[in-house]
């Protein structure tokens, strides 16, 4: 059972500041803005920043609608961050599209400081930097200095595909954390074991013996959930798909013994499940035909774009006479975690834990803080890099300091 208390302190941010940072060392930011998940970890990594000199009547919050906890909210605002400082919450339902809901948030973060920030203030910002350049670049101008830091990797995937944000980023301090090497060969394992506890549970114990799956993405954290399906839920190796934009990806799971997914060949009765982890859009609308009757959708990553559940949502609602509709509307307006159930013509598919990633299912920690310090001790570590960039520009996470991080992230666990 996961620990679900919130951790005072976290052993490696303190080993960084105590043995790291020159003594008495201060962040060089007037305010900050944190586009975080509210996970308990959280807490203990804003102390730090708080300790660090930001000032708490001077940060300001945009949680993530599926993760947003109220006993979090509450430890951070004991923290001396205000109320009012939190965006607005709770208006947020599965019907609605993720992505403008947010972009609106930030937005209207946005202009508020535009009003509050003096002239040359310097706005630190962190975790989804890609979101606040997002928004900001619909600014003509803003008065304030921004340093931001982008530690998800569908956040890098969004820069790269909007030119307008991505522009906005050159043009400041911009640290990728989401692409260092520390986060990349130490972080997945972790958020891979909590993944597939999602999965255990989202599947019950489900025999899928002479049932058919489809795991789109075969990374550091497909690979672990493949494994997972064969071994303990009895899926047959022939009988399990795997899809990748990647070629490497693909030859691996053939030597691991799967076969590969051929969108233009939905298999005879569809896929029972469907999981997705590519950190991007793998399946869409058009690939309902691949589907089971009573097939279950489960994403593995961040964000609500890997499933298309919102297009699929569209679709249900485009025209009331036709044989695709929402079966459960009220209860999609209610809860956010809560199963989907949609009807496309002639089979019933579900979306589980709303089409969000399975593993953020409204609890204070999803991963254990004494295994996602290493994220957060990177996440300070950035605020640092960011603030003392020489100058604007996408810049690459500092590899000797994430080397460091990493060497004692592997003593305090040890």
């Not at 606040?132 to 619909?138: G, I, K, N, R, T």
């Not at 114990?205 to 493949?226: K, M, N």
């Not at 593993?359 to 570590?381: E, P, W, Y």
Request: glycine share 8%; net charge negative.
């Amino acid at each position: 059972m996961l620990d679900q208390s919130i951790p005072a302190r976290l052993p490696l941010l303190d080993a960084y500041v105590a043995d790291y940072l020159p003594a008495g060392y201060r962040l060089g930011a007037d305010a900050a803005v944190l586009l975080q998940h509210q996970l308990g970890s959280i807490v203990p990594m804003t102390r730090t920043l708080l300790e660090l000199g930001l000032d708490p009547a001077r940060v300001y919050w945009v949680d993530i609608p599926y993760t947003a906890n109220a006993t979090v909210a509450w430890a951070l605002q004991e923290l001396g961050i205000p109320e009012a400082n939190f965006a607005r919450t709770g208006d947020y339902d599965l019907t609605m599209r993720y992505a403008p809901y947010q972009h609106r948030r930030v937005t209207q973060l946005v202009a508020e400081l535009r009003e509050t920030l003096a002239d040359g203030e310097r706005l630190l910002v962190l975790d989804d930097g890609s979101y606040f350049a997002e928004a900001a670049s619909c600014f003509a101008a803003l008065p304030f200095r921004v340093a931001l830091v982008e530690q998800t990797r569908r956040g890098m995937i969004k820069l790269r595909h909007n030119g307008a944000a991505h522009a906005f980023a050159a043009g400041v301090p911009f640290v990728n954390v989401a692409e260092s090497r520390a986060k990349l060969d130490v972080e997945p394992r972790f958020i891979g074991d909590s993944v597939v506890r999602g999965i255990r549970t989202a599947l019950g114990g489900r025999d899928l013996s002479a049932r058919r799956a489809l795991l789109l993405g075969y990374g550091a954290i497909g690979r672990p959930i493949g494994e997972v399906l064969v071994d303990e839920f009895g899926l047959a190796r022939e009988d399990f798909h795997v899809g990748d934009i990647a070629a490497e990806p693909l030859e691996r799971a053939r030597e691991h013994g799967f076969a590969t997914w051929d969108r233009s060949a939905p298999p005879p009765g569809g896929y029972d499940v469907v999981i997705g982890c590519s950190g991007t859009t793998s399946f869409g609308v058009g690939d309902r035909l691949h589907l089971a009757d009573g097939a279950q959708l489960i994403s593995a990553s961040s964000g609500a774009a890997e499933l298309s559940r919102e297009e699929f949502i569209e679709l249900a609602d485009a025209h009331e006479h036709d044989d695709i509709r929402v079966l459960n509307p009220d209860l999609a307006r209610e809860n956010l975690h809560a199963t989907i159930h949609l009807q496309f013509v002639d089979r019933e598919v579900s979306f589980l834990n709303g089409g969000f990633p399975v593993n953020f299912d409204g609890q204070v920690n999803c991963v254990a803080a004494r295994d996602i310090q290493l994220t957060r001790a990177l996440m300070v570590a950035a605020a640092v890099q960011a603030l003392e960039a020489d100058g604007p520009g996408l810049h690459p996470f500092d590899e000797a300091v994430g080397d460091w991080l990493t060497q004692r992230f592997d003593e305090v666990r040890a």
